[in-house]
């Protein structure tokens, strides 16, 4: 396991410097930005700490509906940034896109904790997975390379964010109990694994 890490570590590593030297070949020489000067990274870390500083003590899927309103507000304001400063007309469809679906989805969650009802006690096991995946996103983007290009910087650190919430999703669909949130789950699965393989072409 510890050998298959460093393998991944230092494929991620070999990536990075592929694309930092096509950025520093192209004519406009784009180059890397630190991540506390970056907005998209700014984004994304406030995203992350209010989903840190949220109390994880009822059961699955109260827990998954109120992180994912974060987590989906996370996805928002990354796009807002694009839509604003973003240059590229295919990318802000993206994330025009992007957007409206986690603005919807983000009226159906508060519904759903309006009125649900917790039949089911805390569960550890759905605890560490999310708690792991929220850390692993955390590391990944990190490691992304951020060129304070709107453009490049979001379609490289919503690939993260996204596969974070289809994580998420898959553990809820194993340890929840309500239909409506595992209805809910596996649309978000289908529908940002439709998102990462487009920004993944752009």
């Known amino acids: 396991m510890k050998q298959l890490i460093n393998v991944r570590r230092w494929a991620m590593l070999l990536f990075a410097s592929a694309i930092l030297v096509a950025c520093e070949d192209e004519e406009d020489g784009l180059v890397t930005q630190p991540h506390d000067q970056n907005e998209m990274m700014r984004i994304m870390h406030d995203m992350m ?10 059961e699955p899927d109260i827990d998954f509906a109120k992180m994912m309103v974060m987590h989906h507000q996370g996805a928002i304001n990354m796009a807002n940034e694009v839509l604003e400063h973003g240059t590229d007309a295919d990318l802000k469809e993206i994330a025009q896109k992007v957007k409206a679906e986690q603005e919807k989805e983000i009226q159906e969650f508060n519904t759903f904790l309006a009125s649900y009802q917790a039949d089911q006690p805390m569960n550890m096991a759905y605890h ?8 692993k996103m955390g590391r990944e983007s990190d490691l992304r390379v951020i060129t ?5 910087d979001f379609a490289q650190l919503m690939i993260p964010h996204h596969q974070a919430a289809m994580e998420n ?6 340890h929840g109990n309500s239909s409506v949130i595992k209805t809910m789950a596996q649309k978000i699965i289908d529908s940002q694994m439709m998102d990462i393989k487009e920004l993944q072409e752009w």
């Open 49 to 58: 700490a209010d989903m840190e500083a949220m109390p994880m003590n009822s």
């Open 128 to 135: 560490m997975e999310v708690m792991e995946s929220m850390e």
């Open 148 to 152: 304070g290009d709107t453009d490049q």
């Open 169 to 174: 999703a898959k553990s809820v669909i194993e």
